[in-house]
């Protein structure tokens, strides 16, 4: 099945708190009925988030009447293994929907997903709705024709307004208000001032992943100086890469380390991991030669050591993230192709920010981006797979339209997507069922 789509609004939801800031992309755009007579032309509101995730909301009118149903369904970007070779452009990018819900209306519930095939406008970065695929799924997706979009309508960036909004969404729902709601100030809990320090530490010399590692540090950095904008609060960053990578700079920055109860403490690696044989923890030891002629298992820190050390100096959330392998030291680092990414770094919600970052209960959170015997996939281009996942869920969760949000479900959903893309990657070749990544990113959170 084939449908044509009338474009009425690209908007881009940005937040302006870093340089060099995306935006969150949402498209409300109609498209005509087939094979149904009470309805008509049916109106969608997609969010797409980065990530590859989203969901979109679809408004039907009965004919000859004021009966309005509203459906909703999860969204996810769809991943082809690196292996296939498709005549398609990498602008081109699919969704699946899926986890449909009926939100008002009379009808039974709506069953089933669909496909809906996006096209990214070269000139502004904007993602243009361009076909769906709604029942005849076994054919493929690819053979669908194109139709253009109107130039003017892309790329311009405007808030939305709360008639359009109020098509989808009550006023008392959630999404609207926090929308609605405005930026305010962000008091912090228990009084006075709080500081975020920022421990990155990143491997970026290395000659196989040290892109991928630049890309990751550079990400991490933009990203939580937007938190500390938003909060009104101080940032500090040691940075621990290039040539001032090494063990006894790590030893130091946490030696140093005082934070406040108030404050927040972000430690965040990007580079080899490795096991020990003769130890059984869960969690990798992190490489940190300055030089490859140097020592493994002496140039080298345990997570968890690292953990407990930052835990015990007593902030009110400490937040502990690896992005490494957790397998042999002579494993191979496993590469796979680039995401297309959205627009990501969203307008965020004060409440939401506030729930993660300013709880009133301490938080003390460890995650690394693989299980024992396991390898870490990135792109030199990219980066870590289990690194974007995890900001991506994180900035998502911060967003206006998130609700509900915890730690648990951050981590969570970083997990579940870099387990699909590990899934869709080759370790190694040859291209073979065999030699697919497993990558099962773990993580704790204590109180």
């Known amino acids: 099945m084939q449908l044509l789509i009338k474009i009425s609004a690209v908007i881009a939801l940005c937040s ?9 992309q949402v498209i409300n755009f ?9 309805t008509s032309e049916l109106n969608a509101f997609a969010v797409l988030m980065e990530g590859g995730q989203g969901f979109v909301r679809v408004v039907s009118n009965i004919k000859g009447s004021s009966r309005q149903e509203i459906r909703e369904w999860q969204l996810q970007q769809e991943i082809v293994n690196a292996a296939i070779k498709l005549s ?12 449909p819900k009926k939100i008002y209306g009379f009808s039974p519930e709506v069953a089933g997903g669909f496909k809906m ?21 076994q054919k493929p997706l690819y053979t669908f024709s194109l139709p253009m979009w109107p130039r003017d309508s892309a790329g311009n960036a405007r808030k939305l307004k709360p008639e359009l909004v109020k098509t989808f969404f009550k006023p008392y729902d959630d999404y609207y208000k926090n929308y609605f709601s405005g930026t305010k100030s962000i008091s912090i809990l228990g009084g006075g001032a709080a500081k975020i320090h920022l421990i990155i530490v990143a491997n970026t010399n290395d000659r196989t992943i040290g892109e991928s590692c630049a890309k990751d540090k550079e990400d991490y950095q933009d990203f939580f100086k937007g938190v500390a904008n938003f909060l009104g609060v101080s940032l500090s960053t040691t940075d621990i890469s290039g040539s001032k990578y090494n063990k006894a700079a790590l030893e130091n920055a946490l030696s140093s380390l005082r934070p406040g109860s108030n404050d927040i403490v972000v430690f965040y690696y990007s580079g080899h991991g490795f096991r020990k044989t003769n130890d059984g923890r869960r969690y990798p030891y992190i490489d940190l030669r300055a030089t490859p002629t140097q020592s493994f298992y002496q140039e080298s820190m345990q997570m968890e050591d690292i953990f407990n050390t930052i835990k015990r100096k007593g902030a009110r959330l400490n937040l502990v993230v690896s992005d490494c392998c957790n397998e042999s030291v002579d494993a191979n680092p496993a590469t796979g192709s680039a995401l297309s990414r959205t627009r990501s770094m969203q307008s965020w919600s004060e409440q939401n920010i506030r729930n993660l970052f300013m709880n009133s209960q301490k938080i003390s959170i460890l995650a690394t981006a693989a299980d024992r015997d396991q390898r870490s996939s990135s792109n030199n281009k990219f980066g870590g797979f289990f690194s974007y996942y995890f900001r991506s869920s994180l900035d998502n969760s911060l967003g206006l339209f998130s609700r509900n949000v915890t730690w648990d479900k951050v981590l969570s959903s970083a997990k579940s997507n870099t387990i ?4 869709h990657t080759y370790c190694s070749r040859p291209y073979i069922p065999a030699n697919i990544c497993e990558q099962t990113p773990v993580y704790s959170v204590f109180d």
């Open 88 to 99: 398609v452009s990498e602008d081109t990018i699919t969704y699946l929907a899926f986890n």
């Open 117 to 137: 095939m996006f096209v990214r406008d070269t000139a502004s970065g904007n993602l243009h709705p361009v076909a769906l695929q709604i029942d005849d799924i």
């Open 30 to 38: 109609h498209y005509p009925t087939q094979g149904q007579t009470d």
């Open 420 to 423: 699909y893309k590990a899934n």
């Open 16 to 24: 302006l708190l870093v340089s060099n800031a995306f935006c969150q």
